[in-house]
Nanobody, 124 residues
Framework: QVQLVESGGGLVQAGGSLRLSCAPS????????MGWFRQAPGKEHELVAA????????AYAASVKGRFTISRDNAKNTVYLQMNSLKPEDTAVYYC?????????????????WGQGTQVTVSS
């Protein structure tokens, strides 16, 4: 069994910052590629950022590039999403996802495990 637990969401004013964390538990040896997705009300799930097993390869949605940074600390078994210069359109539930693949994974259906999500609300 694998569980992903997100933390760090909340309410912030536009221009502010938040850092999300994702801490897997259980059989974490299966977890390599990690990603953050988000879903705003009435919208589809979208990839925000993804990272490979070593942390040396990352990918970002065009809408967050230059503002968000995904990173991982394999010693702590934790993945982070640093979100700066937040905008009201970043408001969504953010989900952590994990896959067994070693390389970077950017498609939703290739992820094997999902967290429950954490709400991020950016006020204007």
């Amino acid at each position: 069994q694998v569980q992903l637990v997100e933390s760090g969401g909340g309410l912030v004013q536009a221009g502010g910052s938040l850092r999300l964390s994702c801490a897997p538990s259980g059989r974490t040896s299966r977890l390599n590629a990690m990603g953050w997705f988000r879903q705003a009300p009435g919208k589809e799930h979208e990839l925000v950022a993804a990272i490979n097993w070593s942390g040396g390869n990352t990918a970002y949605a065009a809408s967050v590039k230059g503002r968000f940074t995904i990173s991982r600390d394999n010693a702590k078994n934790t993945v982070y999403l640093q979100m700066n210069s937040l905008k009201p359109e970043d408001t969504a539930v953010y989900y952590c996802a994990a896959a067994g693949a070693l390389g970077i994974v950017t498609t939703r259906d290739k992820y094997d495990y999902w967290g429950q999500g954490t709400q991020v609300t950016v006020s204007s």
